[in-house]
Protein backbone atom coordinates (compact mmCIF):
# COMPACT_ATOMS: atom_id res chain seq x y z
CA UNK A 1 0.00 0.00 0.00
CA UNK A 2 2.40 2.30 1.02
CA UNK A 3 4.84 1.42 -2.03
CA UNK A 4 2.18 2.14 -4.29
CA UNK A 5 1.72 5.72 -2.04
CA UNK A 6 5.04 6.53 -3.23
CA UNK A 7 4.75 5.72 -6.66
CA UNK A 8 1.41 7.67 -7.19
CA UNK A 9 3.61 10.60 -5.21
CA UNK A 10 6.62 10.21 -8.14
CA UNK A 11 4.09 10.20 -11.05
CA UNK A 12 2.62 13.73 -9.11
CA UNK A 13 5.62 14.88 -9.23
CA UNK A 14 7.50 13.46 -12.65
CA UNK A 15 4.49 13.94 -15.09
CA UNK A 16 4.52 18.00 -14.37
CA UNK A 17 7.94 18.09 -14.94
CA UNK A 18 8.18 15.97 -18.04
CA UNK A 19 5.51 18.11 -19.42
CA UNK A 20 7.01 21.21 -18.07
CA UNK A 21 10.41 19.93 -19.82
CA UNK A 22 8.59 19.44 -22.88
CA UNK A 23 7.09 22.61 -23.12
CA UNK A 24 10.23 24.56 -22.15
CA UNK A 25 12.51 22.83 -24.60
CA UNK A 26 10.63 21.75 -27.39
CA UNK A 27 10.16 24.10 -30.12
CA UNK A 28 10.55 23.89 -33.90
CA UNK A 29 11.88 25.73 -37.00
CA UNK A 30 11.29 24.45 -40.46
CA UNK A 31 13.02 25.42 -43.90
CA UNK A 32 10.21 24.38 -46.00
CA UNK A 33 11.82 25.48 -49.18
CA UNK A 34 13.83 27.32 -51.46
CA UNK A 35 11.95 29.16 -54.34
CA UNK A 36 15.04 30.24 -56.98
CA UNK A 37 15.24 30.64 -60.53
CA UNK A 38 17.54 27.30 -62.03
CA UNK A 39 20.01 29.47 -63.97
CA UNK A 40 21.15 33.15 -63.75
CA UNK A 41 23.72 34.83 -65.84
CA UNK A 42 26.73 35.62 -64.56
CA UNK A 43 27.30 38.87 -62.52
CA UNK A 44 24.05 39.69 -62.69
CA UNK A 45 21.41 39.13 -59.63
CA UNK A 46 19.92 36.15 -58.27
CA UNK A 47 17.15 35.67 -55.74
CA UNK A 48 16.84 33.09 -53.22
CA UNK A 49 13.86 33.13 -51.54
CA UNK A 50 14.14 31.04 -47.97
CA UNK A 51 10.29 29.57 -46.41
CA UNK A 52 11.06 29.73 -42.79
CA UNK A 53 8.13 28.71 -40.14
CA UNK A 54 8.75 28.70 -36.70
CA UNK A 55 6.64 26.88 -34.09
CA UNK A 56 7.91 27.58 -30.55
CA UNK A 57 6.60 26.06 -27.57
CA UNK A 58 8.05 28.81 -25.26
CA UNK A 59 7.81 32.40 -24.65
CA UNK A 60 11.11 33.54 -25.92
CA UNK A 61 12.78 36.84 -25.82
CA UNK A 62 15.44 39.18 -27.71
CA UNK A 63 16.06 36.17 -30.13
CA UNK A 64 17.22 36.73 -33.57
CA UNK A 65 16.36 34.60 -36.46
CA UNK A 66 19.92 33.52 -38.31
CA UNK A 67 20.42 32.32 -41.90
CA UNK A 68 23.05 30.97 -43.46
CA UNK A 69 23.88 30.97 -47.16
CA UNK A 70 26.52 28.58 -48.90
CA UNK A 71 27.83 30.34 -51.85
CA UNK A 72 31.87 29.78 -53.82
CA UNK A 73 34.17 32.29 -52.42
CA UNK A 74 34.89 33.35 -56.24
CA UNK A 75 31.20 35.36 -56.34
CA UNK A 76 32.76 37.35 -53.24
CA UNK A 77 28.83 37.50 -51.59
CA UNK A 78 29.55 39.13 -48.71
CA UNK A 79 30.10 42.41 -50.54
CA UNK A 80 27.26 41.98 -52.95
CA UNK A 81 24.52 40.79 -51.08
CA UNK A 82 20.76 41.91 -49.28
CA UNK A 83 19.10 39.44 -47.13
CA UNK A 84 15.48 40.59 -45.78
CA UNK A 85 12.39 39.30 -44.82
CA UNK A 86 8.92 39.41 -44.34
CA UNK A 87 6.77 37.50 -41.50
CA UNK A 88 3.30 36.94 -40.58
CA UNK A 89 4.44 38.25 -37.60
CA UNK A 90 4.24 41.49 -39.19
CA UNK A 91 2.11 42.03 -42.23
CA UNK A 92 3.52 44.03 -44.81
CA UNK A 93 6.76 44.91 -43.41
CA UNK A 94 9.85 44.32 -44.78
CA UNK A 95 12.83 43.87 -41.75
CA UNK A 96 16.63 43.83 -42.94
CA UNK A 97 19.36 41.19 -41.97
CA UNK A 98 22.77 42.28 -41.39
CA UNK A 99 25.99 39.81 -41.68
CA UNK A 100 26.80 38.74 -38.06
CA UNK A 101 30.20 39.97 -36.80
CA UNK A 102 33.11 38.15 -37.30
CA UNK A 103 34.27 36.63 -34.34
CA UNK A 104 30.94 36.30 -32.92
CA UNK A 105 30.26 32.87 -30.91
CA UNK A 106 26.65 31.23 -31.24
CA UNK A 107 25.27 30.36 -27.74
CA UNK A 108 26.37 26.45 -27.89
CA UNK A 109 28.51 25.52 -30.31
CA UNK A 110 31.49 25.02 -28.02
CA UNK A 111 33.59 28.31 -28.86
CA UNK A 112 33.19 28.01 -32.65
CA UNK A 113 32.24 31.19 -34.90
CA UNK A 114 29.54 30.27 -36.72
CA UNK A 115 30.72 30.14 -39.99
CA UNK A 116 33.55 27.68 -38.14
CA UNK A 117 30.63 25.76 -36.82
CA UNK A 118 28.82 25.57 -39.97
CA UNK A 119 32.00 24.76 -42.09
CA UNK A 120 32.49 21.63 -39.36
CA UNK A 121 29.27 20.44 -39.68
CA UNK A 122 28.24 20.32 -43.22
CA UNK A 123 31.44 21.26 -44.81
CA UNK A 124 30.62 22.49 -48.31
CA UNK A 125 27.57 20.73 -48.27
CA UNK A 126 27.22 18.12 -51.55
CA UNK A 127 29.50 19.78 -53.39
CA UNK A 128 32.54 18.05 -55.06
CA UNK A 129 34.64 21.29 -54.69
CA UNK A 130 35.64 22.84 -51.54
CA UNK A 131 35.99 27.00 -52.53
CA UNK A 132 32.93 27.92 -50.69
CA UNK A 133 32.16 29.95 -47.76
CA UNK A 134 29.19 29.98 -45.15
CA UNK A 135 28.12 33.89 -44.82
CA UNK A 136 25.95 34.15 -41.60
CA UNK A 137 23.03 36.66 -41.30
CA UNK A 138 21.44 37.53 -38.13
CA UNK A 139 17.79 39.97 -38.04
CA UNK A 140 18.66 43.40 -36.94
CA UNK A 141 15.64 43.54 -34.74
CA UNK A 142 15.41 41.14 -31.30
CA UNK A 143 12.38 39.42 -31.32
CA UNK A 144 9.88 38.31 -28.37
CA UNK A 145 7.87 35.48 -29.10
CA UNK A 146 4.68 34.13 -26.89
CA UNK A 147 4.28 30.52 -26.68
CA UNK A 148 2.49 28.70 -29.27
CA UNK A 149 2.71 31.54 -31.45
CA UNK A 150 3.15 30.00 -35.02
CA UNK A 151 4.48 32.12 -37.54
CA UNK A 152 6.26 32.05 -41.23
CA UNK A 153 9.09 34.43 -42.43
CA UNK A 154 10.07 34.61 -45.98
CA UNK A 155 13.92 35.67 -46.24
CA UNK A 156 15.17 37.36 -49.49
CA UNK A 157 18.90 36.44 -50.36
CA UNK A 158 19.59 39.08 -53.39
CA UNK A 159 23.12 38.35 -54.49
CA UNK A 160 25.31 38.62 -57.43
CA UNK A 161 26.88 35.85 -59.58
CA UNK A 162 30.53 35.72 -60.10
CA UNK A 163 32.04 36.50 -63.97
CA UNK A 164 32.69 32.68 -64.17
CA UNK A 165 30.66 30.18 -65.67
CA UNK A 166 29.27 27.44 -62.80
CA UNK A 167 27.25 24.39 -62.06
CA UNK A 168 26.85 24.64 -57.98
CA UNK A 169 24.58 23.43 -54.90
CA UNK A 170 23.41 26.82 -52.59
CA UNK A 171 23.32 26.13 -49.37
CA UNK A 172 20.97 27.84 -46.91
CA UNK A 173 20.57 27.03 -42.75
CA UNK A 174 18.07 28.68 -40.47
CA UNK A 175 18.65 28.94 -36.52
CA UNK A 176 18.09 31.33 -33.92
CA UNK A 177 20.77 32.71 -31.03
CA UNK A 178 18.53 31.60 -28.48
CA UNK A 179 19.27 27.89 -29.60
CA UNK A 180 22.84 28.94 -30.75
CA UNK A 181 23.65 26.13 -32.60
CA UNK A 182 22.78 23.85 -30.01
CA UNK A 183 22.88 20.79 -32.55
CA UNK A 184 18.85 19.88 -31.73
CA UNK A 185 17.45 19.47 -35.55
CA UNK A 186 14.19 20.78 -33.76
CA UNK A 187 16.02 23.89 -33.76
CA UNK A 188 17.86 24.55 -37.01
CA UNK A 189 17.69 23.02 -40.77
CA UNK A 190 19.41 23.26 -43.81
CA UNK A 191 18.59 22.86 -47.42
CA UNK A 192 20.56 23.17 -50.64
CA UNK A 193 19.07 23.83 -54.36
CA UNK A 194 19.58 21.35 -56.71
CA UNK A 195 22.37 22.01 -59.35
CA UNK A 196 22.39 25.85 -59.91
CA UNK A 197 23.83 27.15 -63.02
CA UNK A 198 25.70 30.37 -63.86
CA UNK A 199 25.63 31.47 -67.75
CA UNK A 200 26.86 33.23 -70.67
CA UNK A 201 29.80 33.78 -68.19
CA UNK A 202 33.68 33.75 -68.49
CA UNK A 203 35.82 30.33 -69.08
CA UNK A 204 35.02 26.81 -68.89
CA UNK A 205 32.13 25.62 -66.66
CA UNK A 206 33.59 25.01 -62.72
CA UNK A 207 31.39 22.58 -62.10
CA UNK A 208 31.34 22.34 -58.65
CA UNK A 209 28.16 19.87 -59.06
CA UNK A 210 29.70 16.32 -60.38
CA UNK A 211 32.55 14.23 -60.25
CA UNK A 212 34.91 14.58 -62.41
CA UNK A 213 38.54 12.26 -63.45
CA UNK A 214 39.95 15.56 -62.67
CA UNK A 215 39.95 18.03 -59.23
CA UNK A 216 42.08 20.89 -59.05
CA UNK A 217 41.62 22.71 -55.66
CA UNK A 218 41.81 25.51 -54.46
CA UNK A 219 40.53 26.78 -57.86
CA UNK A 220 42.07 30.33 -57.17
CA UNK A 221 45.28 30.10 -57.33
CA UNK A 222 49.04 32.02 -58.13
CA UNK A 223 52.52 30.69 -58.74
CA UNK A 224 52.74 31.38 -54.90
CA UNK A 225 50.37 28.79 -53.72
CA UNK A 226 50.03 24.99 -53.08
CA UNK A 227 47.34 23.09 -55.19
CA UNK A 228 46.24 19.57 -54.75
CA UNK A 229 45.52 17.97 -58.03
CA UNK A 230 43.58 14.86 -58.41
CA UNK A 231 42.67 11.92 -60.31
CA UNK A 232 39.30 10.45 -59.76
CA UNK A 233 39.26 6.96 -60.92
CA UNK A 234 36.51 5.85 -59.16
CA UNK A 235 33.67 7.73 -61.27
CA UNK A 236 33.79 5.61 -64.43
CA UNK A 237 35.39 2.88 -65.78
CA UNK A 238 38.90 4.27 -67.24
CA UNK A 239 41.91 3.25 -68.83
CA UNK A 240 44.04 3.45 -65.34
CA UNK A 241 41.58 1.32 -63.67
CA UNK A 242 43.63 -1.49 -61.92
CA UNK A 243 47.05 0.65 -62.03
CA UNK A 244 48.90 1.07 -58.40
CA UNK A 245 50.96 3.93 -60.20
CA UNK A 246 49.43 7.16 -61.61
CA UNK A 247 51.39 9.90 -62.74
CA UNK A 248 50.28 13.72 -63.41
CA UNK A 249 51.76 15.21 -67.09
CA UNK A 250 51.35 18.82 -66.72
CA UNK A 251 52.31 22.16 -68.67
CA UNK A 252 52.02 25.17 -67.25
CA UNK A 253 51.68 27.98 -69.87
CA UNK A 254 52.63 31.56 -68.71
CA UNK A 255 51.52 35.40 -69.15
CA UNK A 256 54.57 35.77 -71.54
CA UNK A 257 53.45 32.68 -73.74
CA UNK A 258 55.90 30.24 -72.31
CA UNK A 259 55.68 26.81 -71.71
CA UNK A 260 57.10 24.96 -68.70
CA UNK A 261 56.04 21.07 -68.56
CA UNK A 262 56.47 17.85 -66.19
CA UNK A 263 55.97 15.20 -68.58
CA UNK A 264 58.64 12.82 -67.00
CA UNK A 265 56.37 10.38 -65.27
CA UNK A 266 59.34 11.13 -62.17
CA UNK A 267 59.11 10.47 -58.43
CA UNK A 268 57.86 13.98 -58.69
CA UNK A 269 55.12 13.44 -60.42
CA UNK A 270 54.08 10.46 -59.08
CA UNK A 271 50.76 10.54 -58.02
CA UNK A 272 49.57 9.67 -53.76
CA UNK A 273 46.83 6.94 -53.34
CA UNK A 274 44.52 8.56 -51.17
CA UNK A 275 43.40 5.06 -49.67
CA UNK A 276 44.17 1.58 -50.13
CA UNK A 277 41.30 0.24 -51.97
CA UNK A 278 40.71 3.50 -53.88
CA UNK A 279 40.62 4.69 -57.03
CA UNK A 280 41.78 8.26 -56.21
CA UNK A 281 45.00 9.69 -56.56
CA UNK A 282 46.32 13.29 -55.93
CA UNK A 283 49.78 15.29 -55.88
CA UNK A 284 50.37 18.51 -53.98
CA UNK A 285 52.41 21.33 -54.89
CA UNK A 286 53.81 24.41 -54.81
CA UNK A 287 53.28 25.83 -58.04
CA UNK A 288 55.79 27.86 -58.90
CA UNK A 289 58.55 25.46 -57.78
CA UNK A 290 57.01 22.81 -59.29
CA UNK A 291 56.67 24.37 -62.77
CA UNK A 292 59.95 26.53 -61.80
CA UNK A 293 58.14 29.61 -62.73
CA UNK A 294 60.80 32.71 -63.42
CA UNK A 295 60.16 35.48 -60.91
CA UNK A 296 59.08 37.82 -63.80
CA UNK A 297 56.32 35.29 -65.06
CA UNK A 298 52.97 34.25 -63.49
CA UNK A 299 50.97 31.38 -64.60
CA UNK A 300 48.02 31.74 -66.65
CA UNK A 301 46.48 27.84 -67.15
CA UNK A 302 47.72 24.97 -66.66
CA UNK A 303 47.27 21.60 -69.31
CA UNK A 304 47.15 18.16 -67.68
CA UNK A 305 46.52 14.26 -68.31
CA UNK A 306 46.81 10.99 -66.31
CA UNK A 307 49.00 8.39 -67.03
CA UNK A 308 50.21 4.81 -65.80
CA UNK A 309 54.40 4.89 -65.16
CA UNK A 310 55.60 2.92 -69.01
CA UNK A 311 52.75 5.88 -70.41
CA UNK A 312 51.12 3.34 -72.56
CA UNK A 313 47.90 4.56 -70.60
CA UNK A 314 45.94 7.56 -69.72
CA UNK A 315 43.15 9.14 -69.09
CA UNK A 316 42.78 12.97 -70.53
CA UNK A 317 39.67 14.85 -71.32
CA UNK A 318 36.54 13.73 -73.49
CA UNK A 319 34.26 15.44 -74.93
CA UNK A 320 30.33 14.82 -75.15
CA UNK A 321 31.21 14.42 -79.05
CA UNK A 322 34.19 12.11 -78.32
CA UNK A 323 36.58 14.51 -78.94
CA UNK A 324 39.59 13.80 -76.82
CA UNK A 325 42.26 16.81 -74.97
CA UNK A 326 43.94 17.40 -72.05
CA UNK A 327 42.65 18.86 -68.56
CA UNK A 328 42.66 22.51 -68.44
CA UNK A 329 42.29 24.73 -65.53
CA UNK A 330 43.24 28.28 -65.68
CA UNK A 331 44.84 29.72 -62.92
CA UNK A 332 42.91 33.14 -61.77
CA UNK A 333 42.91 35.03 -58.50
CA UNK A 334 39.88 37.14 -57.87
CA UNK B 1 39.18 57.98 43.40
CA UNK B 2 42.70 59.73 41.85
CA UNK B 3 43.42 56.43 40.98
CA UNK B 4 39.87 55.68 38.79
CA UNK B 5 40.96 58.35 37.48
CA UNK B 6 44.59 57.29 36.34
CA UNK B 7 42.98 54.46 35.08
CA UNK B 8 40.73 55.93 32.70
CA UNK B 9 43.34 58.60 31.36
CA UNK B 10 45.47 55.78 31.08
CA UNK B 11 42.51 53.03 29.39
CA UNK B 12 42.03 56.17 27.42
CA UNK B 13 45.52 56.94 25.81
CA UNK B 14 45.81 52.80 25.57
CA UNK B 15 43.04 52.80 22.96
CA UNK B 16 43.91 55.96 21.54
CA UNK B 17 47.00 54.00 20.74
CA UNK B 18 45.43 50.78 19.67
CA UNK B 19 43.13 53.22 17.36
CA UNK B 20 45.86 54.48 15.62
CA UNK B 21 48.73 52.34 15.24
CA UNK B 22 45.42 49.74 13.82
CA UNK B 23 45.67 52.47 10.81
CA UNK B 24 49.38 51.92 10.17
CA UNK B 25 49.56 50.71 6.73
CA UNK B 26 50.20 47.09 5.97
CA UNK B 27 52.81 46.40 4.30
CA UNK B 28 53.17 42.73 2.58
CA UNK B 29 56.71 41.37 2.25
CA UNK B 30 55.87 39.46 -0.81
CA UNK B 31 53.82 41.80 -3.26
CA UNK B 32 51.98 39.72 -5.70
CA UNK B 33 51.58 41.71 -8.79
CA UNK B 34 49.59 39.03 -11.39
CA UNK B 35 50.99 39.98 -15.00
CA UNK B 36 51.22 38.52 -18.41
CA UNK B 37 54.27 37.68 -19.06
CA UNK B 38 56.49 38.54 -22.28
CA UNK B 39 56.14 35.84 -25.41
CA UNK B 40 59.35 34.71 -26.08
CA UNK B 41 59.58 32.73 -29.44
CA UNK B 42 63.35 33.28 -29.53
CA UNK B 43 64.87 29.78 -30.97
CA UNK B 44 64.49 27.69 -34.56
CA UNK B 45 60.76 26.42 -35.61
CA UNK B 46 59.22 23.84 -37.86
CA UNK B 47 55.99 23.21 -39.15
CA UNK B 48 54.04 20.11 -37.89
CA UNK B 49 50.91 21.41 -39.07
CA UNK B 50 49.47 23.31 -42.17
CA UNK B 51 46.26 23.76 -43.66
CA UNK B 52 45.03 25.52 -46.39
CA UNK B 53 41.21 27.32 -46.11
CA UNK B 54 40.65 24.67 -43.08
CA UNK B 55 41.65 21.47 -45.13
CA UNK B 56 44.92 19.66 -43.35
CA UNK B 57 47.14 19.41 -45.82
CA UNK B 58 49.99 18.13 -43.56
CA UNK B 59 50.23 14.81 -44.87
CA UNK B 60 49.95 15.73 -48.68
CA UNK B 61 53.01 18.29 -49.32
CA UNK B 62 57.19 17.94 -47.34
CA UNK B 63 56.85 20.80 -44.99
CA UNK B 64 59.75 19.28 -42.83
CA UNK B 65 62.37 21.15 -44.42
CA UNK B 66 60.82 25.00 -43.51
CA UNK B 67 62.81 26.25 -40.67
CA UNK B 68 62.32 29.76 -39.13
CA UNK B 69 64.40 30.83 -36.65
CA UNK B 70 63.54 33.96 -34.39
CA UNK B 71 66.70 35.98 -33.25
CA UNK B 72 67.06 38.11 -29.88
CA UNK B 73 68.20 40.87 -31.82
CA UNK B 74 64.84 40.48 -33.66
CA UNK B 75 65.78 39.39 -37.13
CA UNK B 76 64.27 36.11 -38.73
CA UNK B 77 66.22 33.54 -41.01
CA UNK B 78 63.85 31.54 -43.04
CA UNK B 79 65.58 28.02 -44.59
CA UNK B 80 64.55 26.04 -47.21
CA UNK B 81 61.38 28.72 -48.12
CA UNK B 82 58.26 27.13 -48.84
CA UNK B 83 54.83 29.45 -49.50
CA UNK B 84 54.90 31.72 -46.32
CA UNK B 85 54.55 35.23 -45.82
CA UNK B 86 57.27 36.71 -46.60
CA UNK B 87 60.14 35.24 -48.44
CA UNK B 88 63.69 36.42 -47.61
CA UNK B 89 64.88 37.35 -44.32
CA UNK B 90 64.35 40.58 -42.04
CA UNK B 91 63.08 41.31 -38.98
CA UNK B 92 60.53 40.72 -36.72
CA UNK B 93 58.32 42.44 -33.87
CA UNK B 94 54.64 41.59 -32.05
CA UNK B 95 51.98 44.08 -31.65
CA UNK B 96 51.99 43.63 -28.04
CA UNK B 97 54.69 42.27 -26.17
CA UNK B 98 52.37 40.59 -23.40
CA UNK B 99 49.20 40.04 -25.59
CA UNK B 100 50.26 39.84 -29.28
CA UNK B 101 47.84 39.22 -31.24
CA UNK B 102 49.73 39.28 -34.59
CA UNK B 103 53.65 38.90 -35.64
CA UNK B 104 54.64 41.66 -37.68
CA UNK B 105 57.68 40.45 -40.17
CA UNK B 106 59.70 43.36 -42.72
CA UNK B 107 62.35 42.02 -45.24
CA UNK B 108 65.58 43.70 -45.37
CA UNK B 109 65.56 46.13 -47.73
CA UNK B 110 61.82 46.52 -47.57
CA UNK B 111 59.47 49.49 -46.34
CA UNK B 112 56.84 46.89 -45.98
CA UNK B 113 56.03 45.29 -43.00
CA UNK B 114 54.15 41.68 -43.60
CA UNK B 115 51.38 40.53 -40.70
CA UNK B 116 50.32 37.44 -39.95
CA UNK B 117 47.55 36.23 -37.44
CA UNK B 118 49.60 34.94 -34.35
CA UNK B 119 48.41 32.27 -31.53
CA UNK B 120 50.91 30.73 -28.88
CA UNK B 121 48.94 27.90 -27.23
CA UNK B 122 50.85 25.32 -25.28
CA UNK B 123 49.80 21.86 -26.46
CA UNK B 124 50.72 18.74 -24.88
CA UNK B 125 53.43 20.41 -22.42
CA UNK B 126 55.21 22.06 -25.97
CA UNK B 127 54.75 25.58 -26.38
CA UNK B 128 52.88 26.38 -30.51
CA UNK B 129 52.69 29.18 -32.99
CA UNK B 130 50.00 29.26 -35.09
CA UNK B 131 50.35 31.85 -38.08
CA UNK B 132 47.69 32.33 -41.22
CA UNK B 133 49.14 34.28 -43.94
CA UNK B 134 48.09 34.40 -48.17
CA UNK B 135 51.08 33.89 -49.44
CA UNK B 136 49.61 33.58 -53.20
CA UNK B 137 46.37 34.03 -53.94
CA UNK B 138 44.78 36.65 -51.50
CA UNK B 139 41.32 34.22 -51.18
CA UNK B 140 43.53 31.21 -50.16
CA UNK B 141 44.29 31.23 -46.10
CA UNK B 142 47.16 28.82 -44.66
CA UNK B 143 47.51 28.14 -41.36
CA UNK B 144 51.02 26.37 -40.44
CA UNK B 145 51.18 25.60 -36.83
CA UNK B 146 55.08 25.60 -35.74
CA UNK B 147 57.03 24.04 -32.67
CA UNK B 148 60.51 24.40 -31.33
CA UNK B 149 63.19 22.58 -32.84
CA UNK B 150 65.20 20.69 -29.59
CA UNK B 151 68.27 21.12 -29.89
Known sequence: MNHNLKKNRIWKIAIPITFVSLFIFFSCVFLDSIVYEPTATAGEKATFTMKVRLEPLAAVNDDRLVVAFLVPKIWKAAANTKVTYTSSLYTGSIRTMSLIPSGTLPKNAAGLTWEAALRERFGFGPNVLDDMEWLVYWSDDMESVTVRENFTADVKIETKTGPENMNVKLGFFVNHTDDGFSGNADHYKVLYTDCFQVINGEGIIMDFCESHFNMFQPSNVTKDDIATIKFQGGIAPNALDGEEEVYMCATAYTNTGNAYEVVDRSEKSKMIKDSHNGKTFSLTLWLGDYFKIPQDESISRIEYYFTNKDGSKAVKEVATDGTVSLFITPCICK | ?151
Open chain 2, 1 to 151: MKFNNKMRISALFLMLFLVFSSCTKFSDSYPTEFKESVKEINGTWRIIKASRNGTDITAQFDFSKFKLSFNSDKTYKIENYLPFLVKSDGTWSLDDPHYPFNLVFKENGSVDTMISGFNYPIVNGKRQISLSFSPGCQSNIYTYVLEEVSN
